[in-house]
Antibody
């Protein structure tokens, strides 16, 4: 069964750091680009960051650029999100999602994890 | 950057009704458009990609259309299990703000 399982969320003070992990199973992890998407309480979906299958290319939303770092370990089938200088507005459920390419430069997220909650508060 | 808008922001319809949700892109995106369904308290689910291609396992009452800047998601006969928020998504991983669908 194709599955993504996030971990690492929790309560952190403003200015603190947290590392999220996403363990993948049931598919060839290195063949897929992956993303992190977040959802603040009662709000919509916001893409956060993406990484190519090899890990050689990374992309970030302006709201997290310079503070968050996406990475992956294909030998461990695991995706990571290192979050530094956290702010209250980073409070959200963080989902990892697999990118499904359906055309030249066109992708969608076909597999989602169950999400992990990050709360930034003093 | 591409901006996505959706209308309406919410709607309430009766079981069996035909429901249409619109998504508009700030610039032409060809058929680079996906639709997701997120039921209350659940994980988002991919419904449609390439504007009109149904993801495997999605009921045929869902359909998508459009190209360029204007797109629609249609539920031909609304069912109680379709209560959810629906999001469009396009280039740059940009999501629309969502449309909440309830049963009247």
């Amino acid at each position: 069964e194709v599955q993504l399982l996030e971990s690492g969320g929790g309560l952190v003070q403003p200015g603190g750091s947290l590392r999220l992990s996403c363990a993948a199973s049931g598919f060839t992890f290195s063949s897929y680009a992956m993303s992190w998407v977040r959802q603040a309480p009662g709000k919509g979906l916001e893409w956060v960051s993406a990484i190519s299958g090899s890990g050689g290319s990374t992309y970030y939303a302006d709201s997290v650029k310079g503070r968050f770092t996406i990475s992956r370990d294909n030998s461990k089938n695991t995706l990571y999100l290192q979050m530094n200088s956290l702010r209250a507005e980073d409070t959200a459920v963080y989902y990892c999602a697999r990118a499904f390419y359906y055309g030249s430069g066109k992708d969608a997220f076909d597999i989602w994890g169950q999400g992990t909650m990050v709360t930034v508060s003093s | 950057d591409i901006q996505m808008t959706q209308s309406p922001s919410s709607l309430s319809a009766s079981v069996g009704d035909r429901v249409t949700i619109t998504c508009r892109a700030s610039q032409g995106i060809s058929n680079y458009l996906a639709w997701y369904q997120q039921k209350p308290g659940k994980v988002p689910k991919l419904l449609i990609y390439a504007a009109s291609t149904l993801q495997s396992g999605v009921p045929s009452r869902f359909s998508g259309s459009g190209s360029g800047t204007d797109f629609t998601l249609t539920i031909s006969s609304l069912q109680p299990e379709d209560v959810a928020t629906y999001y469009c998504q396009s280039r740059g991983f940009t999501f629309g703000p969502g449309t909440k669908v309830d049963i009247k």
